[in-house]
């Protein structure tokens, strides 16, 4: 597969997901490796970065999209815990917000994606209380970044 460069969006997010996918291959034939590590990892290049050319661009389409309607269709279920996100661009940005800031937390260590829950979390100010708090298995997550890559897609060809 030839990939855009590594200095584009697109690039980067395809090499991420071509390693994300390879090291789950890896953990299914035995191999040593931490598959909720490189998931949580992997939100560099499949949330933070696009997020931030998405902004630059102005393209607001995914406000168009809502969570409910999104979970009628097969994707993941987020449990927000405190505040709100009826959209996806509202959820994308919080999630970009709490792994930025490494507001991140997970319900154990386990190496296992179906075992562990990720929290993330995000405030208005540096010290400030957590005004939106989300979580979701990270299988539910994995779920969740790899629909939003091919969603990604859709906003490459528009934004091209």
Known sequence: MKYEGRNTVWGFRDRVLKNLM????ARNMGADVHVVTELITSLLGL??????EIRRSGYT??????????T???WPIWTIEIGSSDHLDDLVRHL?????HRR???S???RELEAVEVRFSDCKSPKGPYDWEAKINAAELQKFVLLFADLLK?????YS
């Open 108 to 110: 154990s260590d386990s």
């Open 154 to 158: 859709e906003w490459e060809r528009d």
């Open 72 to 74: 009628h269709i097969g």
């Open 104 to 106: 991140i937390f997970f």
């Open 96 to 100: 970009r917000n709490a792994i930025s």
């Open 47 to 52: 949330i933070v970065f696009p997020y931030e």
């Open 22 to 25: 390879f090291l789950g291959f």
């Open 61 to 70: 389409s995914f406000d168009k999209y809502k969570l409910n309607d999104l």
